[in-house]
């Protein structure tokens, strides 16, 4: 039973470029989170998909953008980086029918570098 | 808004000795409270939750936690560790009714000596 997979798995991009981020969810799940995780910090939540929509975001800026497929994998793009964008992004995936105690699957996250 | 306080951000401690990683919350809802684990190069793997019943919750290799609603606290504990439980910490809360995101704390980092 595959877990959640994610790639690439380390990416190099130059500030001002543009980034996309895949991910699959754990077999059966069809809800999707993206997080982010700065060096030395904890994860911070980007957004949710469920249904092939974003359901809920976190404080991140509108270069921040997602998908989510008929499948139920996701991308996370973000347009015009900036330095500070470096860090691991992380998928989480979950049943939304276990309801809001559904524990989250992560991946083991996609290591950006912006310079 | 939910927030997560950890209070070590790094803790050394000799192999076989006892370990408690802390963990304070602030939330004006009731919470469900998570520790996860994160290996180095890897993502995150729940060790416990707490959802409601007992307050002592025991979780994957040996760990356990307290949740004490009073001093809004949820530390973990394991009463001896070995060399493998080297890793980052995470303590987490999300609201019972409504949003299913979680919110971290900054993290401990274990470090298990021989």
């Known amino acids: 039973d595959a877990g959640v997979t994610q790639s690439p798995t380390h990416l190099i991009k130059t500030r001002g470029q543009q980034v996309t981020l895949r991910c699959s969810p754990k077999?059966?799940?069809?809800?999707v989170s993206w997080y982010q995780q700065a060096l030395g910090q904890g994860p911070q939540f980007i957004f949710q998909?469920?249904?092939?929509?974003?359901?809920q975001r976190g404080n991140f800026p509108d270069r921040f953008s997602g998908h989510q497929f008929p499948n139920y994998s996701s991308e996370l793009n973000v347009n015009a980086l900036l330095l500070g964008d470096s860090a691991l992004y992380l998928c989480?995936?979950?049943?939304?029918?276990?309801?809001?105690?559904?524990?989250?699957?992560f991946g083991n996250g996609t290591r950006l570098t912006v310079t | 808004a939910q927030s997560v306080t950890q209070l070590d951000s790094q803790v050394p401690v000799f192999e076989e000795a006892p370990v408690e990683l802390r963990c304070n919350y602030s939330?004006?809802?009731?919470?469900?409270l998570f520790w996860y684990v994160q290996y180095p190069n890897q993502g995150l793997q729940l060790l416990l939750k707490?959802?409601?019943?007992?307050?002592l919750v025991k979780g994957i290799n040996g760990f356990e936690a307290e949740f004490n609603k009073s001093q809004t606290s949820f530390h973990l504990r394991k009463p001896s560790v070995h060399i493998s439980d080297t890793a980052e910490y995470f303590c987490?809360?999300?609201?019972?009714?409504?949003?299913?995101?979680?919110?971290f704390g900054q993290g401990t980092r274990l470090t298990i000596n021989p």
């Open positions: 998909y469920y249904e092939e929509e974003e359901r």
């Open positions: 707490y959802l409601s019943g007992s307050t």
């Open positions: 989480a995936s979950s049943l939304r029918g276990d309801g809001y105690n559904s524990p989250l699957h």
């Open positions: 077999s059966g799940h069809d809800t």
């Open positions: 987490a809360v999300r609201v019972v009714q409504g949003a299913q995101k979680l919110v």
């Open positions: 939330s004006s809802v009731s919470v469900y």
